[in-house]
């Protein structure tokens, strides 16, 4: 049974359609990286996963929650999802332990030691412990998006949804943040990532979903899929030439 | 027990003295607008001039203006001036007061105005051998006004209901024509809800005109 | 010059009077300006347009006559209040139509992936908007609501049409009684002067603070 399974999903923006009948499983502890153009779809999708965006037609069930089509998603849906975007959104006024810890205590409204314990081992999980009581203007970009990835991982979430995280980095902090998503899937994380880093997807994915104007082209195995593309546009995508 | 039976159309009678009170509150602030806008560049200029007494005395005036009620200068004028020796009326004291208010805002405004000016505007204008009036006549005076177009409509809008003020010294204002038509009719409420219908009327107008006066003039010079 | 010295003490409980004043109107001002705020950006279409009437009228009337209206309308239908009840009322209600819409573009200047990041966490969307939002709408605000303060206690000064003694209103009697106009209202003046002066500096600080931050 996979973990997440999203079956013929469809949504428009106004007239355009941007996920056209879409059906993907995610099995539990695997990382999934989505690849594609700006365009193709595929923040759309990890939206629509992460209960952000209300879909046309089609389902989406991550363990035992569903989402069906037309409904805003319920509260207890984002028990199961933790989200990490591309530009951190940490809440500037709060230290980084308290965004981490934040949902915790006023929305699951967890005891203080479990809150303590929680927000302590996200924050040595991406290693950044020592900077708990620092507020996020005074962190790097890497830094800063760390701490959104440990603010997800507190929920302690069955999946958790990476939308472009490293696209808002300079060049020299990507590495920190793809040493943690390293090995939060060393550790068996369910993990969708969606990026047009080529190389980003290649590393810490075991899976590759490769979408083009709002479907699935290809998709197979991480190594595979890049060395031996089967479709043309996503040939096209990764600048080898198809004659 | 409140008697809350609303009798409109005891005012419908009056309609004309609230009418001719709306003529003059239009008038001053228009004419109070006009001779502030000029006195305002002018203050700006001073300003931004780098010589330190006059625009330190300009910077006091701006401070003194933006800290005191309107209805206190309004007072200060109206009785000081006979206490020296200058007659005015109320509508004089009330036209000086309001052009010293608007002053007092505006010059603040345009001096942002001038400023946003690149100063390659300036080396143009030295190029063609302007004087240093003439560059701000021609070339700074009319781009400060355009760059600070809204803020300047709305201190306009601001002095229209501001100047419900001077029918405190009994200027013959529209506040003043609805004081007078409540003392006649006794239906204060309603007399001051249709004087209120009167300003949100003359502001509507003026953001009309403001906005043709844009189409028409500034925006073309995009 | 006799009469002003010892009208000083009466000066200065007329002053004190005005600082009464204001902060009665900025209080009940400021709980009804949060109300107008929220109600202007919530889901429900209704309390957005009347929240957005209110603040039209408010904005597009003048001072004086809210005042009256207060004062002198309510009396003909019957309800009498004694002036400083009637100001006070008048200019909570002023107060509120401009806080409510300084406060409304601060909560919409908070970014949308603010409000995104709340929900993703499962914050409720009341929840998230006092937590979260709140907090950074009034840092964002805090200029402009100096701003308006300072305003506020100038527009006090109206009061004294309508017969309240605050600080212009006596002053208004004490140049009556000493014949030396020039040298009371300047006095007034230099009154609220030190009142006002403060907080727009106040103001004038907070804003090149917000520039800083970006």
Redesign the interface.
């Known amino acids: 049974m996979p973990l997440v399974s999203v079956r013929h999903l469809s949504k428009s923006y106004g007239s355009s359609l941007v996920l056209d009948s879409l059906s993907l499983d995610i099995e539990k502890s695997s990382v999934v990286a989505v690849l594609g153009r700006s365009g193709s779809g595929k923040s759309t999708l990890l939206r629509c996963v992460?209960?952000?965006e209300v879909f046309q037609s089609g389902q989406v069930s991550c363990d035992t929650q569903e989402l069906k089509a037309h409904q805003a998603a319920d509260?207890?849906y984002?028990?199961n999802?933790?989200?990490v975007?591309q530009?951190f959104?940490?809440?500037?006024?709060l230290t980084a332990l308290s965004n981490v810890t934040?949902?915790l205590r006023?929305?699951?409204k967890l005891s203080k030691q479990v809150v303590d314990e929680r927000g302590r081992r996200a924050l040595e999980t991406v290693g950044l412990w020592d900077k708990a009581h620092a507020y996020p203007?005074r962190l790097s970009g890497g830094q800063q998006q760390r701490v959104a990835i440990a603010?997800a991982l507190a929920?302690e979430p069955k999946i958790l949804l990476l939308d472009e995280v490293t696209s808002a980095l300079d060049p020299e902090l990507v590495e920190e943040v793809i040493g943690v998503l390293r090995s939060l899937a060393e550790r068996g994380h369910t993990m969708l990532l969606v990026t047009h880093d080529i190389r980003f997807a290649q590393t810490v994915a075991d899976q590759i979903v490769f979408m083009h104007q709002g479907k699935i082209h290809e998709q197979g195995p991480a190594r595979e899929i890049i060395r031996q593309p089967r479709t043309d546009e996503l040939a096209q995508f990764l600048g080898i030439k198809q004659n | 027990m409140p008697n809350l039976s609303l009798q409109f159309w005891h005012v419908w009678p009056h309609l004309d003295t609230l009418f001719q009170g709306a003529l003059l509150t239009i008038a001053l602030t228009v004419e109070a607008s006009a001779v502030g806008l000029v006195a305002s560049l002018l203050g700006a200029y001073v300003l931004l001039s780098g010589f330190k007494p006059a625009a330190a005395l300009v910077r006091g005036y701006v401070e003194v203006i933006r800290n005191t009620p309107f209805l206190v200068q309004l007072l200060f004028i109206y009785f000081s001036l006979p206490s020296i020796g200058i007659q005015v009326s109320a509508n004089q004291a009330a036209l000086m007061t309001m052009v010293m208010n608007f002053t007092g805002y505006t010059i603040e405004i345009l001096r942002g105005g001038v400023q946003s000016i690149p100063k390659a505007q300036l080396d143009s204008a030295k190029s063609i051998g302007f004087s240093k009036l003439q560059t701000f006549s021609f070339v700074v005076a009319p781009q400060a006004i355009r760059n600070t177009y809204p803020s300047l409509t709305s201190q306009f809008s601001l002095l229209l209901l501001g100047s419900s003020v001077v029918s405190a010294i009994s200027a013959e204002d529209l506040t003043a024509a609805a004081n007078y038509v409540q003392s006649l009719n006794f239906r204060s409420f309603e007399v001051y809800i249709v004087a209120a219908g009167f300003y949100l009327a003359l502001s509507a107008l003026c953001r009309i005109t403001f906005a043709a006066i844009w189409r028409l003039t500034f925006r073309r010079w995009e | 010059m006799d009469v002003i010295i010892t009208y000083l003490p009466s000066l200065a409980v007329s002053a004190a009077n005005t600082l009464l004043l204001f902060l009665a109107c900025a209080g009940v001002g400021a709980v009804l300006g949060l109300v107008v705020a929220i109600m202007r950006t919530a889901r429900l279409t209704i309390l957005r347009e009347i929240s957005r009437l209110f603040i039209f009228v408010i904005q597009g009337t003048p001072a004086l006559l809210l005042l009256f209206i207060v004062h002198y309308g309510i009396a003909t239908l019957g309800i009498r209040l004694p002036p400083a009840l009637s100001a006070t009322v008048a200019l909570s209600l002023y107060a509120a139509g401009f806080l409510g819409e300084i406060w409304r573009g601060a909560i919409e200047a908070v970014p949308r992936t603010q409000w995104e990041a709340a929900r993703s966490l499962g914050f409720a969307r009341t929840q998230a908007l006092l937590l979260l939002i709140a907090p950074q709408a009034i840092w964002i605000a805090l200029p402009a609501t100096v701003g308006f303060l300072v305003s506020l206690m100038k527009v006090t000064s109206l009061a004294a049409i309508i017969g309240v003694v605050e600080l212009t209103k006596s002053g208004m009697v004490i140049a009556n009684l000493s014949f030396e106009p020039m040298i009371v209202y300047g006095l007034i003046a230099a009154t609220y002067f030190a009142m006002c002066w403060p907080m727009s500096v106040l103001s004038r600080h907070l804003e090149k603070g917000q520039h800083a931050t970006r």
């Open positions: 992460g209960g952000l509260k207890s984002f028990r999802i933790g989200v975007f530009h959104n940490l809440f500037p006024h934040i949902a006023k929305v699951q203007a603010r929920l």
